[in-house]
Each structure stands twice: as C-alpha cells, then as structure tokens.
C-alpha cells in the first residue's frame, strides 16, 4: 500500500488495538495494533494480488518500535501541511 504523505490525517501510537476486528485493515506480524494511522481521503488497499481492492479510511499497524516509527513520521508530517494532527 502506497500513500501519498499529505494524505494521513492524524497519526497516533496506542497502547494495543485487537487486530480481530474484520471490518479494520491491519498490517503486522503481531496480535496487537500500536499505531492508528488515518487519512483524510480514502486510500484504496489492494490484497489478493490486487483482486480484491478495500477503500479505507484508516489502518492499524503493529510496529516493532512504534515510538520511533512515529517520531520519524512526524517531522515529514508537519512538513506537508499546516493543518496535520498527530499524536503520541
């Protein structure tokens, strides 16, 4: 999944999201969710090798360093536009 930078809304670490919800895109190896990431604009997933495209409008990632995963996002975040919310 490509996403256009400009796109993400508000970016945010949590404590844990279950990742067994089926109507939530989750990306990961783990169990657990640790960042919510949500667009301003739908984004469109493409699984099944692209057969089956999903329209979201945001995606739990389980992350082994969510802490520094959004650290490194938020500076480019902040650099795309002034509106942008973001949280840790």
């Known amino acids: 999944m490509v996403v256009d930078i400009s796109k993400i809304r508000y970016l945010e670490q949590v404590l844990t ?10 990306l990961g190896q783990k169990a657990k969710g640790n960042v919510v990431m949500t667009f301003s604009t739908k984004q469109t997933y493409f699984g099944s090798l692209g057969m089956l495209p999903v329209e979201v409008d945001n995606i739990i990632l389980s992350v082994d360093e969510p802490n520094l995963f959004v650290e490194a996002l938020l500076p480019k975040l902040m650099g795309s536009r002034d509106d942008h919310l973001c949280a840790q």
């Open 17 to 26: 999201v279950e990742k067994n919800d089926a109507e939530k895109l989750t």
